[in-house]
């Protein structure tokens, strides 16, 4: 509980420096690339979008700062991302310049041998040294790319992938990387003017780009969004575990109808050794009855000694595994066991219970559901409060 007291004052204490305020274009900007997913979503609900993402954006900065720089050690860094989004948000506004590409003299001191003896040993954990970073900091590309850049902040910017093929000396993927680079930054430069005329800035749009581009993670890291991996931070973790016994049990009272399973089915079933046999089975049960083929075909049903009784086990049988999903009154088609018998059976009916309250089950279901309100709710305050202290009209 301490824990959450903590994560929470520090998130309120937080200051607000965020660009907070949009213009028009910005949002007509970001509007035109969102409606290519969603396309009745309105400006309004565009604008919206941005100052949340804004606030985001704040919070990630004061609390998972990591992601300002890359979101997965293995991928991509966030500013090349953010350079990909912020030409998206220009595309459908602004023609954008072509021919872009360098001039095939330029390239002539670059090779694969220049890569490989100016790129340190492939590091195994994926990090370079500070001596190593020191030298690839001094090797200048920034006549390639139209603005400071070096070898340094190249590879820094890489996925794993893309790093480990320009160790090994791929010399087409460096040069892809800087005509990247070079390509936005002339089209930046050659739109400055265009964008200055339209209150447009070159740091904003890539302000923007980014705080969109971080909004999921940081939407997962609130518990307002699902993690694609079920990690959850420690501010999700903090939350849970703040909820009562208490709480679990008035949960648990309210949805009891969730903790519902089956106990307990009616079934029969045979095995065959033949997948002829058991068809002929399965047609002679589904005109008549499964009683009575069991009678004209002389077997011996597996659930006669339970009277058709199938009790759930802890460790229950392929036979009873397949009785317990069937629906009441549905009559299998032969399936192939595991042991290459075939086997058909049918459901008659089935029994159900209720969780005991005290069982893992219900507290684990119950706390999942429990700190996901408990997340969106404090999210929705939290919110709330930022865009009153930054006077905020939505």
């Not at 049988?317 to 058909?344: C, E, N, Y």
Request: no cysteine; glycine share 2%.
């Amino acid at each position: 509980m301490r824990s959450l007291v903590l994560l929470l004052a520090s998130f309120l204490s937080l200051p607000t420096y965020a660009n907070t305020s949009f213009s028009d274009t910005e949002i007509k900007l970001v509007h035109s690339v969102l409606r290519e997913k969603d396309t009745n979503i309105t400006l309004q609900q565009t604008k919206y979008r941005m100052v949340e993402n804004a606030f985001l954006l704040e919070q990630a900065t004061q609390l998972h700062p990591s992601i300002l720089k890359r979101q997965s050690p293995v991928g991509f860094s966030s500013d090349h991302h953010a350079r990909r989004y912020t030409l998206s948000l220009l595309k459908g506004q602004f023609n954008l310049p072509t021919g872009t590409k360098i001039n095939a003299k330029m390239w002539q001191p670059y090779s694969a041998k220049w890569l490989k003896s100016n790129l340190p040993a492939y590091p195994s954990n994926n990090t370079y040294t500070t001596d190593q970073l020191a030298k690839l900091d001094k090797i200048d590309l920034s006549h390639l790319a139209k603005k400071p850049l070096t070898l340094a902040l190249l590879m820094s910017e890489q996925s794993m992938q893309n790093r480990y093929r320009l160790h090994q000396g791929d010399i087409n993927l460096f040069k892809s990387l800087i005509n990247e680079h070079h390509r936005f930054n002339l089209i930046m430069q050659t739109l400055s003017t265009s964008l200055n005329a339209q209150g447009l800035s070159q740091q904003k749009l890539e302000h923007i780009a980014k705080a969109e581009l971080l909004r999921p993670v940081m939407l997962s890291y609130f518990g307002v969004l699902h993690s694609m991996h079920g990690a959850r931070s420690a501010y999700v973790e903090a939350l849970q575990q703040s909820i009562t016994n208490r709480q679990i049990n008035d949960y648990f009272q309210a949805n009891k109808q969730s903790f519902k399973y089956i106990k307990k089915v009616k079934a029969n079933a045979v095995f065959f050794k033949s997948k002829v046999q058991a068809e002929q089975f399965y047609k002679y049960a589904l005109k008549y009855d499964f009683a009575r083929a069991v009678t004209h075909f002389k077997q011996n049903d597996i659930f006669a000694k339970t009277q058709g009784i199938v009790e759930r086990q802890n460790k229950s049988s392929w036979a009873h595994q397949v009785a317990f999903s069937l629906q009441p009154q549905q009559l299998s088609k032969p399936i192939r066991t595991p042991q290459g018998q075939w086997f058909v059976a049918q459901t008659l009916s089935r029994f159900y219970d209720y969780y005991d309250k005290e069982s893992e089950t219900v507290k684990y279901q119950a706390k999942l559901a429990l700190t996901e309100v408990l997340a969106k709710n404090a999210y929705q305050k939290h919110k709330a409060k930022w865009i009153k202290s930054n006077n905020i009209t939505l």
